[in-house]
Protein backbone atom coordinates (compact mmCIF):
# COMPACT_ATOMS: atom_id res chain seq x y z
CA UNK A 1 0.00 0.00 0.00
CA UNK A 2 2.41 2.82 0.90
CA UNK A 3 4.09 1.72 -2.59
CA UNK A 4 1.37 2.68 -4.25
CA UNK A 5 0.60 5.57 -2.72
CA UNK A 6 4.22 6.87 -3.25
CA UNK A 7 3.73 5.32 -6.96
CA UNK A 8 0.61 7.74 -6.68
CA UNK A 9 2.71 11.03 -5.40
CA UNK A 10 5.13 10.35 -8.16
CA UNK A 11 2.47 10.21 -10.91
CA UNK A 12 0.45 13.42 -9.92
CA UNK A 13 4.03 15.28 -9.23
CA UNK A 14 4.85 14.78 -12.91
CA UNK A 15 1.66 15.34 -14.60
CA UNK A 16 0.55 18.58 -12.58
CA UNK A 17 4.06 20.16 -11.83
CA UNK A 18 2.03 23.59 -10.76
CA UNK A 19 1.74 21.90 -7.35
CA UNK A 20 5.67 22.27 -6.78
CA UNK A 21 4.96 25.71 -6.34
CA UNK A 22 3.22 27.57 -3.45
CA UNK A 23 1.92 30.41 -5.90
CA UNK A 24 1.96 30.62 -9.74
CA UNK A 25 1.68 34.49 -11.10
CA UNK A 26 -2.39 34.12 -12.68
CA UNK A 27 -1.11 37.27 -15.46
CA UNK A 28 0.87 40.00 -16.11
CA UNK A 29 -1.78 42.41 -14.18
CA UNK A 30 -3.21 41.65 -10.80
CA UNK A 31 -5.95 42.96 -8.65
CA UNK A 32 -5.72 44.09 -5.24
CA UNK A 33 -7.44 41.24 -4.13
CA UNK A 34 -5.13 38.98 -5.42
CA UNK A 35 -2.84 41.25 -3.89
CA UNK A 36 -4.31 40.67 -0.33
CA UNK A 37 -4.95 36.92 -0.74
CA UNK A 38 -1.46 35.96 -1.93
CA UNK A 39 0.24 39.11 0.05
CA UNK A 40 2.65 36.54 2.41
CA UNK A 41 3.86 34.63 -0.47
CA UNK A 42 5.15 37.72 -2.69
CA UNK A 43 7.75 39.94 -2.52
CA UNK A 44 6.65 43.31 -3.09
CA UNK A 45 8.81 46.05 -5.25
CA UNK A 46 7.50 49.25 -4.78
CA UNK A 47 8.72 51.73 -7.69
CA UNK A 48 9.50 55.15 -6.76
CA UNK A 49 11.22 58.67 -7.20
CA UNK A 50 9.69 60.12 -4.17
CA UNK A 51 11.87 57.92 -1.52
CA UNK A 52 10.69 59.90 1.43
CA UNK A 53 6.98 58.92 0.84
CA UNK A 54 7.83 55.68 1.08
CA UNK A 55 8.04 55.85 4.86
CA UNK A 56 5.89 59.03 4.69
CA UNK A 57 3.00 58.82 3.05
CA UNK A 58 3.14 54.84 2.99
CA UNK A 59 3.36 51.34 1.23
CA UNK A 60 1.61 47.77 1.27
CA UNK A 61 2.89 46.04 3.90
CA UNK A 62 6.11 44.06 3.11
CA UNK A 63 7.16 46.31 0.13
CA UNK A 64 10.64 46.66 -0.62
CA UNK A 65 12.09 50.45 -1.72
CA UNK A 66 13.48 50.18 -5.17
CA UNK A 67 14.72 53.86 -6.41
CA UNK A 68 13.52 54.43 -9.95
CA UNK A 69 16.39 56.70 -10.72
CA UNK A 70 18.29 53.12 -9.86
CA UNK A 71 16.65 50.96 -12.46
CA UNK A 72 18.48 51.69 -15.49
CA UNK A 73 22.88 53.04 -15.28
CA UNK A 74 25.15 54.41 -17.67
CA UNK A 75 26.77 52.01 -19.78
CA UNK A 76 29.13 52.38 -22.30
CA UNK A 77 28.22 50.63 -25.54
CA UNK A 78 29.97 50.54 -28.97
CA UNK A 79 32.66 53.47 -27.32
CA UNK A 80 30.00 55.68 -26.59
CA UNK A 81 28.79 56.54 -22.71
CA UNK A 82 24.76 55.92 -22.69
CA UNK A 83 22.64 56.73 -19.60
CA UNK A 84 19.48 55.69 -18.61
CA UNK A 85 20.31 51.79 -20.03
CA UNK A 86 19.28 48.72 -18.55
CA UNK A 87 21.65 46.94 -16.76
CA UNK A 88 24.56 44.32 -18.01
CA UNK A 89 23.48 40.45 -16.95
CA UNK A 90 25.63 41.26 -13.71
CA UNK A 91 24.55 44.55 -12.62
CA UNK A 92 20.76 43.22 -12.96
CA UNK A 93 21.73 40.08 -10.91
CA UNK A 94 23.15 42.17 -8.21
CA UNK A 95 20.05 44.64 -8.09
CA UNK A 96 17.54 42.70 -7.77
CA UNK A 97 19.60 39.99 -5.05
CA UNK A 98 19.67 43.63 -3.39
CA UNK A 99 16.36 43.94 -3.65
CA UNK A 100 15.15 40.67 -2.31
CA UNK A 101 14.27 38.61 -5.30
CA UNK A 102 15.61 35.17 -5.79
CA UNK A 103 15.21 32.95 -8.50
CA UNK A 104 12.27 30.89 -7.16
CA UNK A 105 10.08 34.69 -5.91
CA UNK A 106 6.56 35.59 -6.60
CA UNK A 107 7.13 39.27 -7.16
CA UNK A 108 4.83 42.12 -7.58
CA UNK A 109 6.06 45.59 -8.83
CA UNK A 110 3.71 48.36 -8.01
CA UNK A 111 3.94 52.06 -7.41
CA UNK A 112 2.06 55.35 -6.48
CA UNK A 113 -0.45 54.91 -9.16
CA UNK A 114 -0.91 58.66 -9.48
CA UNK A 115 0.85 59.66 -12.06
CA UNK A 116 1.27 58.10 -15.78
CA UNK A 117 4.99 58.29 -14.54
CA UNK A 118 4.43 56.31 -12.05
CA UNK A 119 3.22 53.42 -14.22
CA UNK A 120 6.38 53.90 -16.68
CA UNK A 121 8.76 53.60 -13.58
CA UNK A 122 7.57 50.52 -12.88
CA UNK A 123 6.51 49.22 -16.07
CA UNK A 124 10.51 49.51 -16.94
CA UNK A 125 11.39 47.27 -13.98
CA UNK A 126 8.78 44.77 -15.35
CA UNK A 127 10.48 44.71 -19.07
CA UNK A 128 13.89 44.15 -17.65
CA UNK A 129 12.60 41.67 -15.30
CA UNK A 130 11.56 39.57 -18.69
CA UNK A 131 14.27 40.58 -20.61
CA UNK A 132 16.80 39.04 -18.48
CA UNK A 133 13.83 35.66 -18.52
CA UNK A 134 12.47 36.21 -14.85
CA UNK A 135 8.28 34.88 -15.43
CA UNK A 136 7.42 35.30 -12.29
CA UNK A 137 6.41 38.74 -11.70
CA UNK A 138 3.18 40.52 -12.63
CA UNK A 139 2.26 44.24 -11.79
CA UNK A 140 -0.54 45.75 -9.34
CA UNK A 141 -3.07 47.43 -11.53
CA UNK A 142 -3.66 51.09 -9.88
CA UNK A 143 -1.18 50.39 -8.16
CA UNK A 144 -0.81 51.56 -4.26
CA UNK A 145 -4.02 54.04 -5.02
CA UNK A 146 -5.56 51.14 -5.91
CA UNK A 147 -4.62 49.36 -2.60
CA UNK A 148 -6.25 52.14 -0.49
CA UNK A 149 -8.87 52.54 -2.86
CA UNK A 150 -9.80 49.32 -2.22
CA UNK A 151 -10.13 50.20 1.60
CA UNK A 152 -6.65 48.26 2.44
CA UNK A 153 -4.40 50.57 4.84
CA UNK A 154 -1.10 51.45 3.86
CA UNK A 155 1.89 50.74 6.19
CA UNK A 156 4.32 53.83 7.18
CA UNK A 157 7.14 50.75 9.27
CA UNK A 158 10.27 50.39 7.82
CA UNK A 159 10.94 47.64 5.64
CA UNK A 160 14.65 45.23 6.13
CA UNK A 161 15.41 43.90 3.24
CA UNK A 162 16.36 40.06 3.12
CA UNK A 163 18.73 39.67 0.74
CA UNK A 164 18.13 37.38 -2.29
CA UNK A 165 19.75 35.09 -4.75
CA UNK A 166 19.22 36.23 -8.04
CA UNK A 167 21.11 34.41 -11.20
CA UNK A 168 20.18 35.18 -14.64
CA UNK A 169 20.18 31.56 -15.83
CA UNK A 170 18.05 31.80 -19.33
CA UNK A 171 19.21 33.71 -22.48
CA UNK A 172 18.27 37.00 -22.96
CA UNK A 173 14.80 37.73 -24.60
CA UNK A 174 15.95 40.01 -28.02
CA UNK A 175 12.73 39.32 -29.12
CA UNK A 176 11.38 42.45 -26.92
CA UNK A 177 14.65 44.30 -27.50
CA UNK A 178 15.46 46.77 -30.12
CA UNK A 179 18.47 47.71 -31.47
CA UNK A 180 20.03 50.49 -33.44
CA UNK A 181 20.50 48.47 -36.40
CA UNK A 182 17.05 47.34 -36.11
CA UNK A 183 15.85 51.34 -35.61
CA UNK A 184 17.88 51.79 -38.99
CA UNK A 185 16.43 49.67 -41.19
CA UNK A 186 12.88 50.04 -39.55
CA UNK A 187 12.73 53.44 -41.18
CA UNK A 188 12.98 52.07 -44.67
CA UNK A 189 10.67 48.73 -43.69
CA UNK A 190 6.90 49.88 -44.03
CA UNK A 191 5.92 46.00 -42.08
CA UNK A 192 7.48 47.59 -39.08
CA UNK A 193 5.97 50.43 -37.50
CA UNK A 194 7.66 52.76 -35.61
CA UNK A 195 5.91 54.60 -32.48
CA UNK A 196 7.22 57.50 -30.63
CA UNK A 197 5.62 57.47 -27.23
CA UNK A 198 6.70 60.75 -26.07
CA UNK A 199 4.33 64.11 -25.57
CA UNK A 200 3.08 65.70 -28.99
CA UNK A 201 5.33 69.30 -28.19
CA UNK A 202 8.61 66.49 -28.20
CA UNK A 203 7.30 64.74 -31.11
CA UNK A 204 6.88 67.35 -33.43
CA UNK A 205 10.07 69.64 -32.52
CA UNK A 206 9.31 72.15 -30.09
CA UNK A 207 10.79 70.88 -27.44
CA UNK A 208 13.63 68.44 -26.60
CA UNK A 209 15.08 67.05 -23.10
CA UNK A 210 18.50 67.77 -22.43
CA UNK A 211 19.68 64.36 -22.82
CA UNK A 212 18.27 64.23 -26.19
CA UNK A 213 20.62 65.98 -28.99
CA UNK A 214 18.18 67.30 -31.81
CA UNK A 215 14.38 68.02 -32.70
CA UNK A 216 11.81 65.93 -33.69
CA UNK A 217 11.31 62.18 -34.58
CA UNK A 218 12.77 59.24 -36.18
CA UNK A 219 11.50 59.54 -39.47
CA UNK A 220 8.51 57.60 -40.61
CA UNK A 221 7.15 57.37 -36.86
CA UNK A 222 4.23 57.49 -35.70
CA UNK A 223 2.83 59.06 -32.25
CA UNK A 224 1.32 57.85 -29.23
CA UNK A 225 1.97 59.91 -25.81
CA UNK A 226 2.19 57.62 -23.46
CA UNK A 227 -0.45 59.27 -21.03
CA UNK A 228 -3.04 58.43 -23.59
CA UNK A 229 -3.27 55.15 -21.32
CA UNK A 230 -4.11 56.98 -18.39
CA UNK A 231 -6.17 60.33 -19.69
CA UNK A 232 -7.99 60.50 -16.71
CA UNK A 233 -7.01 61.79 -13.25
CA UNK A 234 -6.86 59.26 -9.80
CA UNK A 235 -5.66 55.68 -10.02
CA UNK A 236 -3.88 54.62 -13.14
CA UNK A 237 -5.08 51.47 -13.92
CA UNK A 238 -4.40 50.19 -17.42
CA UNK A 239 -6.95 50.17 -20.25
CA UNK A 240 -8.41 47.19 -21.22
CA UNK A 241 -7.58 45.15 -24.78
CA UNK A 242 -10.46 46.77 -26.39
CA UNK A 243 -9.84 49.87 -25.09
CA UNK A 244 -5.96 49.42 -26.06
CA UNK A 245 -7.11 48.85 -29.74
CA UNK A 246 -9.42 52.17 -29.85
CA UNK A 247 -6.87 54.33 -28.88
CA UNK A 248 -4.16 53.14 -31.16
CA UNK A 249 -6.37 52.44 -34.03
CA UNK A 250 -7.81 56.39 -33.61
CA UNK A 251 -4.33 57.45 -34.48
CA UNK A 252 -3.81 55.41 -37.52
CA UNK A 253 -1.67 52.79 -35.78
CA UNK A 254 -2.09 49.13 -36.28
CA UNK A 255 -1.31 47.61 -32.56
CA UNK A 256 -1.10 44.23 -34.58
CA UNK A 257 1.92 45.32 -36.75
CA UNK A 258 5.43 44.29 -35.82
CA UNK A 259 6.20 47.75 -33.56
CA UNK A 260 9.46 49.38 -32.24
CA UNK A 261 8.54 51.89 -28.92
CA UNK A 262 10.97 54.12 -28.10
CA UNK A 263 10.99 57.93 -26.34
CA UNK A 264 13.35 59.99 -25.18
CA UNK A 265 15.17 57.37 -23.39
CA UNK A 266 13.09 54.20 -23.16
CA UNK A 267 11.18 54.77 -20.32
CA UNK A 268 7.92 56.09 -20.98
CA UNK A 269 7.42 53.60 -23.56
CA UNK A 270 8.17 50.34 -21.59
CA UNK A 271 3.86 51.74 -20.16
CA UNK A 272 3.05 51.12 -23.74
CA UNK A 273 5.40 48.19 -24.66
CA UNK A 274 3.23 46.89 -21.34
CA UNK A 275 -0.01 47.62 -22.73
CA UNK A 276 0.43 46.10 -26.63
CA UNK A 277 2.26 43.25 -26.00
CA UNK A 278 1.14 42.13 -21.90
CA UNK A 279 -2.45 43.18 -22.28
CA UNK A 280 -3.11 43.53 -25.61
CA UNK A 281 -1.17 40.13 -26.97
CA UNK A 282 0.94 41.36 -29.33
CA UNK A 283 4.19 39.60 -29.36
CA UNK A 284 5.82 41.67 -32.20
CA UNK A 285 6.23 44.29 -29.77
CA UNK A 286 9.84 46.26 -29.34
CA UNK A 287 11.30 48.37 -26.66
CA UNK A 288 14.13 50.82 -28.32
CA UNK A 289 16.52 50.85 -25.45
CA UNK A 290 19.26 53.63 -26.30
CA UNK A 291 16.26 55.51 -27.50
CA UNK A 292 16.64 59.26 -28.93
CA UNK A 293 18.97 59.57 -25.88
CA UNK A 294 21.36 56.85 -28.32
CA UNK A 295 20.14 58.13 -31.31
CA UNK A 296 20.80 61.78 -31.68
CA UNK A 297 24.60 60.83 -29.84
CA UNK A 298 25.28 60.37 -33.63
CA UNK A 299 24.56 63.22 -35.63
CA UNK A 300 24.14 61.51 -38.77
CA UNK A 301 20.98 59.72 -38.28
CA UNK A 302 18.02 61.24 -39.34
CA UNK A 303 15.12 63.39 -37.59
CA UNK A 304 12.51 64.74 -39.56
CA UNK A 305 9.48 67.55 -38.77
CA UNK A 306 11.73 70.12 -36.79
CA UNK A 307 9.28 73.08 -36.33
CA UNK A 308 11.71 74.97 -34.07
CA UNK A 309 13.85 75.82 -36.59
Known amino acids: MLLR ?11 FPAFAYSLVIPSPLVDTDWVSENIEDLVILDVRKDLD ?12 LVNTKKVRVTRTIDGVELTRMRPDQAGFERFMSAHGVSNNSIVLITHQGQTPGDVAGAARLYWQMKYYGFEQVSMLDGGDAAWTASM ?9 VKSGQ ?7 NNKILATIEEVRLAILDPSIQLVDTRSLRFHVGLDSRNYVYDLG ?7 FPYKFLHPLKGVMVFPTKQQIKARFSS ?52 MTINLAK
Open 5 to 15: FLQTIIFSWAI
Open 53 to 64: SFSEQGHIRGAN
Open 152 to 160: EELSKDSTK
Open 166 to 172: FNFENNA
Open 217 to 223: HIPSSKV
Open 251 to 302: LNINPDASIILYCNSAYECSSVWFSLHEIYGNQAVQVYDGSLHQWTKDASHP
